[in-house]
């Protein structure tokens, strides 16, 4: 037996090392490697399953040519070199009749690896100036609120989190969605820390910690200020850090003054007493440590709420302490040289963007229309809301697509052109994260499998037959790493590509206290208790709870709030295509509370349809009080064939826009439930 080592490219917080078992050239085995400082040996379920990913009969292996209608999933073999030729005459004859802007990328994070998930098909589609994407899908509204506070995304090294005392784990399933955090959390746990979550259900990480606040969808804000209220109220802060280190104070004891527990009660569904308590445990206990997922910002005023969350630390001066403070999104840490590896300047003018959640409205609406789509590192036909509409572009007759895939999603059944694409084990790439601090590299472990390419070479062989000649469309994967890590930055850290090569895995030297002194990259340089910014952006001065647009108003006659998290057998759309994990996650259901199910004369196991006015979807009922009533959960986005009549959840969810940024508002979904 042969051992070698890759990098989990998923797209997850813990980026794990993986250790790889292979025997006569085939992959056996994937396990955690022990020497990485965060994986420690550790990995999850989905990622032990790859060998089954690699080798299973979903994966696409050939080029294939649409051979039967649109969406019927019949396709022929071709060659390489004729797809190719065949894309590049199609998209020769549309830029020449309706400009390049009618062809739109539409990718998200499929690969985390850092070449091949933004550099040589930016520089490809900067060159040819089609449309460009905004990539809004996942966490740019929190992003956005975190940095109103704190101006750029660092916050604690999780690694530090072992110290605290109190945790947080506020709208993040870590249990599910972040294992390694969880890790760390139990080992502060032996040592006497106690562990929080704040979520709108009772999931597998409300079980495992101490304490459970269960709220009300989008109340998180309200809550965060009532926190604020009872740490300015009762003595709990930290004044002579926050004066030197915050700006706004006054402004925002005087508007914390409005977020009493009893009125924060009625927002959040909390008891008065709880707010109080929170606010004490959490202030009291230090190092305090606030673990700020991506749940609670898939919201309209998800923006917004991560900003309120995100200051708490700032008033009770946890920055101070080893461990203590926020950690939202950490690739702060990883400044990389975007420009070199993207080349905006090979755009020869601004061409128009689009915001990738809205793709349906855009390919059934947009003027001049969009004529052709070329996908690759996503499944936008399982994962962006307003399924329906989406559907109806991609059946269109007139698009052009093309998917770039790995194995045969959603949306490559409505191509046009099927491009088979290697996965980590076959090609290699420069890891970040977006969670731990430190950064990787993977060669491949074995060959490409059939006739499959990574992204780089495609766009490679792409930006030939266009005849793009620029020599920066023959950069190897090694060079734009190389570009990547080119600034002063790296140099600093003594980083170069040879040796994290050598070492396969660097940790980065981060400061331990990182804050303590504040120092943040906000436009005052303290923490933005107040912010300019959030005017320019439409919101208030200083955060403030904002009701949800679909939540209490209670329109077309919808009356629950539907959350569609993550499943904890599969990465979004991925790894629905092993068997044994569809298997182990059973079928699509729908919890509800057993007050709205007797409303509605449902009982556990029953058929239901799920519906609002953008759409339906069929579902089996879940009875129990792990749900609020009022709120109903559907976890996970799985492939439309899981579903009866093959209506995906995201059929029922709104392409609305967040409070920041554009981002996705999943979670504010009101809809209706009936017995089939
Ligand atoms: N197993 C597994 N792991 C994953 C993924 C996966 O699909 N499966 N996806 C990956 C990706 S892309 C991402 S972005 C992350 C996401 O992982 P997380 O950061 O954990 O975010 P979510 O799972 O979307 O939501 C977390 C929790 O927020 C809750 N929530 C919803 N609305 C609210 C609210 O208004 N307030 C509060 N407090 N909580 C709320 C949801 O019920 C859910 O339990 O996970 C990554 N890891
Ligand atoms: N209802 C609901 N919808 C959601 C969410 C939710 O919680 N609820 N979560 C949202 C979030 S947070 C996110 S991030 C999005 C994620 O949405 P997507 O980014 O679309 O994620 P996946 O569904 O995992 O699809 C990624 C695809 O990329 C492919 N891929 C992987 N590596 C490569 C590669 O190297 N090359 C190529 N060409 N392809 C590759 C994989 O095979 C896979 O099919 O979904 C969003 N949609
Ligand atoms: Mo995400």
């Not at 399953?49 to 051979?67: A, C, F, I, N, T």
């Not at 071709?78 to 590049?88: C, D, N, R, S």
């Not at 609120?145 to 870590?174: C, H, Q, T």
Request: net charge neutral; with cysteine; glycine share 10%.
């Amino acid at each position: 037996m042969e051992i070698r080592y890759s990098v989990c490219p998923h797209d997850c917080p813990d980026t794990c090392a993986w250790q790889v078992e292979l025997e006569g050239g085939k992959v056996l085995r994937v396990k955690g490697d022990p020497t990485h400082p965060v994986t420690q040996g550790v990995i999850c379920a989905k990622a032990r399953h790859y060998p089954q990913r690699l080798y299973g009969k979903e994966r696409v292996l050939y080029p294939w040519r649409r051979s039967g209608s649109k969406g019927s999933g019949r396709f022929e073999r071709v060659g390489w070199e004729e797809a190719l030729k065949e894309i590049a005459a199609r998209w020769r004859v549309l830029a020449a009749e309706s400009g390049a802007e009618c062809i739109l990328p539409f990718s998200y994070a499929g690969t985390e690896g850092i070449i091949n998930n933004a550099g040589m098909d930016r520089r490809f589609f900067n060159r040819l100036g089609a449309t460009q994407l905004r990539r809004t899908i996942c966490s740019v509204a929190g992003g956005e609120g975190y940095k109103l506070a704190y101006g750029e995304m660092r916050g604690v090294d999780p690694l530090a989190s072992v110290k605290a005392r109190v945790l947080i784990f506020w709208g993040i399933n870590a249990l599910e969605t972040n294992l390694h955090q969880a890790l760390l959390a139990d080992q502060a746990r032996r040592q006497g820390a106690r562990i929080i979550a704040v979520d709108v259900h009772r999931n597998k990480t409300a079980d495992w910690a101490d304490e459970f606040y269960h709220i009300l969808p989008g109340s998180d804000g309200a809550l965060a200020l009532g926190l604020a209220h009872v740490i300015l109220r009762d003595g709990l802060a930290d004044l002579s850090w926050a004066e030197r280190n915050t700006c706004g104070l006054d402004e925002f004891k005087a508007e914390t003054g409005r977020y009493s527990p009893q009125r924060v009660a009625r927002l959040t569904g909390l008891r008065p007493g709880q707010v109080i308590k929170l606010a004490h445990d959490y202030a009291e206990n230090r190092p305090s440590f606030i673990r700020l997922g991506n749940g609670l910002q898939h919201h309209d005023n998800g923006g917004m709420n991560t900003w309120a969350i995100a200051l708490l630390p700032a008033l009770t001066g946890a920055w101070q302490d080893e461990g203590g403070g926020v950690l939202k999104h950490n690739s702060g840490y990883f400044p990389l040289d975007r420009e070199a590896l993207e080349r905006p300047d090979l755009r020869s003018g601004e061409p128009r963007s689009v915001n990738m959640i809205q793709l349906g409205k855009v390919l059934t609406e947009l003027e001049p229309p969009i004529r052709s789509l070329y996908v690759y590192n996503s499944n936008p036909a399982a994962v962006v809301p307003d399924q329906n509409r989406v559907r109806q572009g991609l059946a269109r007759e007139d698009l052009f697509t093309v998917v770039h895939e790995q194995v045969w999603t959603d949306t490559a059944r409505w191509a046009d052109i099927v491009l088979p694409a290697t996965t980590c084990l076959e090609h290699q790439d420069l890891y970040v994260s977006y969670w731990h601090t430190v950064l990787q590299w993977a060669d491949p472990v074995i060959p490409a499998q059939g006739e499959s390419l990574p992204n780089i070479e495609v766009f490679r062989r792409l930006a030939e037959a266009m005849g793009f000649t620029d020599p920066c469309f023959r950069d190897s994967t090694e060079e734009m790493a190389g570009q990547a890590l080119s600034l002063p930055y790296w140099q600093e850290q003594g980083i170069t590509l040879a040796r994290l090569r050598r070492e396969r895995h660097v940790a980065l030297k981060i400061p331990a206290l990182p804050f303590a002194q504040g120092g943040f990259a906000t436009p005052s340089g303290r923490a933005e208790l107040r912010s300019e910014k959030a005017v320019q952006r439409g919101l208030p001065p200083l955060p403030a709870h904002r009701p949800l647009l679909e939540g209490p108003e209670k329109k077309e006659g919808c009356h629950l709030t539907l959350i569609s998290p993550p499943n904890h057998h599969f990465l979004n759309s991925t790894f629905t295509e092993v068997e044994a994990l569809t298997a182990g996650a059973g079928e699509p259901h729908l919890e509800m509370h057993p007050r709205d199910a007797a409303a509605r004369g449902i009982r556990e196991g029953d058929p239901v349809k799920v519906f609002n006015a953008r759409g339906e979807c069929l579902l089996k009922a879940k009875v129990l009080d792990s749900v609020l009533p009022g709120v109903v959960v559907a976890s996970g986005v799985w492939p439309l064939w899981a579903y009866p009549e093959e209506r995906g959840i995201n059929a029922l969810t709104s392409a609305r826009e967040a409070d920041l940024a554009g981002g996705a508002v999943f979670f504010s979904t009101l809809v209706e439930v009936e017995k089939r």
